[in-house]
């Protein structure tokens, strides 16, 4: 599980839904989805069963969907955590995130938590957890100093 689809459900009308089914027809084994404001302009994002990657991508093309694909391994965006079902396994994977992203001026987008799957270490239940740049230091623009009764550049 360790890239994560992200795509706007719209064919026309967004329909998560038919995404979901269009996905199902293609024998795209789902590990785990969440999202947000899916159907309102925000992003479904899911992880598929290793090896299924390529189907996910065919129909995506077949349907005409617009896609973003996140590989934990090459992307620092996205990290992968296994969580047991016991109090405080989710905070300590989301704590470690977290400190990571402070320091490189990134905030958590969201989380996917996945099905536990023979693949997987037997107790653990798979998570990823998305971030985004918001801004650091290198991405900021310098700000002129203020120079009272100039005008704004």
């Given at each position: 599980?360790?890239?994560?689809?992200?795509?706007n459900?719209?064919?026309?009308?967004?329909?998560?839904?038919?995404?979901?089914?269009?996905?199902?027809?293609?024998?795209?084994?789902?590990?785990?989805?969440?999202?947000?404001?899916?159907?309102?302009?925000?992003?479904?994002?899911f992880?598929?069963?290793?090896?299924?990657?390529?189907?996910?991508?065919?129909?995506?093309?077949?349907?005409?969907?617009?896609?973003?694909?996140?590989?934990?391994?090459?992307?620092?965006?996205?990290?992968?955590c296994?969580?047991?079902?016991?109090p405080?396994s989710l905070?300590?994977?989301?704590?470690?995130?977290?400190?990571?992203?402070?320091?490189?001026?990134?905030?958590?987008?969201?989380?996917?938590?996945?099905?536990?799957?023979a693949a997987?270490?037997?107790?653990?239940i798979?998570?990823?957890?998305?971030?985004e740049?918001?801004?650091?230091?290198?991405?900021?623009?310098?700000?002129?100093?203020?120079?009272?009764?100039?005008?704004?550049?």
């Amino acid at each position: 599980m360790h890239i994560q689809f992200l795509s706007n459900a719209v064919a026309s009308p967004q329909d998560v839904t038919l995404l979901i089914y269009r996905l199902a027809k293609g024998n795209v084994n789902l590990a785990a989805v969440g999202g947000g404001d899916v159907e309102l302009g925000g992003k479904v994002a899911f992880a598929v069963a290793e090896g299924d990657e390529q189907k996910v991508r065919d129909v995506m093309n077949e349907w005409h969907y617009q896609f973003e694909e996140v590989d934990a391994r090459q992307d620092p965006r996205l990290k992968l955590c296994s969580v047991t079902d016991d109090p405080g396994s989710l905070y300590t994977c989301l704590r470690g995130v977290a400190e990571e992203n402070l320091a490189a001026g990134r905030v958590i987008r969201h989380i996917l938590v996945g099905v536990p799957r023979a693949a997987e270490e037997p107790g653990t239940i798979p998570v990823q957890v998305f971030s985004e740049t918001v801004r650091t230091a290198g991405s900021a623009t310098e700000l002129p100093p203020f120079e009272e009764g100039g005008s704004a550049a």
